[in-house]
C-alpha cells in the first residue's frame, strides 16, 4: 500500500511489507499471521491476488 493517496486502487492490489500497519492490516484481511504474509509474498510477489492463491492453497 502506498501513502501517496492519489493511487489508492493500486494499494488494493499490491502488498507492500515496508510499513508495519500494512502488514498488520493485510494480514488481517488475508486472515494470516504477518510471518505467513511475508512468505507468501517472498513466494509469489507482491499482488495480492497471487497472495491470496497463495494462502488459499496452504
Same mark, same amino acid.
Given at each position: 500500500?502506498? %501513502?501517496? #493517496?492519489? @493511487? #489508492?486502487?493500486?494499494? =488494493? @492490489?499490491?502488498?507492500?511489507?515496508? &510499513?508495519? *500497519? &500494512?502488514? =498488520? %492490516?493485510?494480514? /488481517? ?5 504477518? %510471518?505467513?504474509?511475508? &512468505? +507468501?509474498? @517472498? +513466494?509469489?510477489?507482491?499482488? +495480492?491476488? +497471487?497472495? =491470496?492463491? *497463495?494462502?488459499? /492453497? @496452504?
Amino acid at each position: 500500500m502506498s %501513502d501517496n #493517496t492519489s @493511487k #489508492t486502487g493500486l494499494d =488494493r @492490489k499490491l502488498i507492500s511489507l515496508e &510499513e508495519d *500497519y &500494512e502488514v =498488520r %492490516d493485510w494480514s /488481517k484481511s488475508l486472515g494470516c499471521t504477518p %510471518d505467513q504474509l511475508r &512468505e +507468501a509474498v @517472498k +513466494a509469489v510477489g507482491n499482488s +495480492a491476488d +497471487a497472495v =491470496r492463491e *497463495y494462502l488459499g /492453497k @496452504k
